[in-house]
């Protein structure tokens, strides 16, 4: 059998990239602040200037972003957050956490992201929220979603964990609501070695907010006027995405070439019907943190294991919708709720791409892809 293609493989990093780590590692040792600190405070001004907002607010990771973003909109117990149920479990499992209650609006099928057609019909008086999630790459239609939201004045936090570069009309992903929340994790199109997050907004009193809550809701050493949590970023954290920032538009310029050729050479396979294309929708840049195609319903783990058998493996994000995971049982969600949602759980199929993905390799893919599917 021909050598395995990867979905990811973050060891062929080039020798300049690591030796910048490395300064930048070191830089944070000769420092002794291993916490926040210097790194940290220009790892966020360079974000920050990358995004095109007026603050970032770095924490430990995806998830603590999105959860510290939630607090910073004051939800609590009683509150409904609402969001898609077609997504990365954190989405919803940190309105949980808060004590309040996701409530989800099914997924338009052609960019998976929340239908804002049907947003308005899940509006409540006990809604605090909306979290709109930005899924592999590309943004939700926010132009929809802040026409509904704001007249209402509904906070909007974006889920942008899978979605850094990727833009809507120009405007960045994750700046477009009063909140985006990011992830670093080393998955990533900016990744860091291990876990890390961010928030952003144009907001000045939210961001004095946000870095009072990542430090147990302490605007001044051991004064505590709100509850928070431990949600710092490590500045050796800091210092590696820092390092690799510089480097994000090129990585995403990759990726979107990849996408380009897996396009070129799926083309016949998508006319005669046998798979659907991810969709790039007008006005929205994809930054395709995930190459995601449809497979018809029930062929679509076979399809996976003749191509694991043919050396490419593939990965499915996600197999399970969130109302019907069991944690979320006692929302009373049914098979048959979000049927778009239902429908992409299982005929997603992730193919592999990251910027290092060679061109034999995204020739092998789709190669295995069609004789997959025969």
């Known amino acids: 059998m021909r050598a395995s293609v990867p979905v990811l493989d973050l060891t062929r990093y080039d020798e300049t990239l690591k030796a910048d780590i490395a300064r930048a590692v070191g830089e944070v040792f000769s420092t002794g602040r291993f916490v926040l600190g210097p790194a940290a405070e220009s790892f966020e001004r360079d974000l920050a200037a990358f995004l095109g907002c007026r603050h970032v607010v770095g924490v430990s990771s995806g998830t603590d972003a999105l959860l510290v973003a939630l607090m910073a909109c004051g939800v609590g117990p009683g509150d409904e957050v609402v969001t898609t149920p077609f997504t990365f479990f954190a989405s919803a499992g940190v309105v949980a956490r808060l004590g309040a209650r996701p409530v989800f609006v099914d997924i338009e099928p052609e960019g998976f992201e929340i239908d804002a057609e049907r947003l308005a019909a899940a509006l409540t008086p006990r809604t605090k929220a909306i979290v709109p999630v930005h899924l592999y790459g590309q943004a939700a239609d926010m132009d929809a979603i802040l026409a509904i939201a704001r007249p209402r004045g509904i906070p909007l936090v974006e889920d942008a964990c899978q979605a850094i570069g990727a833009a809507i009309g120009g405007r960045a992903a994750g700046t477009l609501g009063d909140l985006g929340a990011f992830s670093f994790y080393p998955t990533k199109n900016l990744g860091a070695a291990g876990d890390a997050g961010a928030v952003a907004t144009n907001d000045d009193a939210l961001a004095a907010l946000l ?153 092998r893919v789709a190669e295995a892809l069609g004789e997959s599917l025969a």
């Open 211 to 363: 870095r009072d809550l990542r430090v147990h809701g302490a605007a001044r050493d051991y004064v505590h006027e709100r509850v928070g949590g431990n949600f710092r970023i490590d500045a050796i954290q800091a210092a590696v995405l820092r390092a690799k920032l510089p480097r994000l538009p090129g990585w995403n310029e990759r990726r979107r070439a990849i996408a380009a050729s897996y396009r070129e050479r799926l083309a016949a396979l998508e006319r005669a019907g046998r798979l659907v294309l991810p969709a790039e929708l007008p006005g929205r840049r994809h930054v395709y943190h995930q190459f995601v195609v449809r497979v018809r319903a029930g062929d679509r783990d076979a399809v996976r294991r003749r191509m694991a058998e043919r050396g490419v493996a593939t990965s499915v994000f996600y197999p399970i919708p969130l109302h019907l995971q069991v944690c979320f049982r006692e929302l009373g969600g049914r098979e048959g709720d979000f049927p778009e949602a239902e429908r992409a759980a299982k005929e997603v199929l992730a193919l592999p791409i990251f910027p290092e993905l060679r061109d034999d390799e995204v020739a």
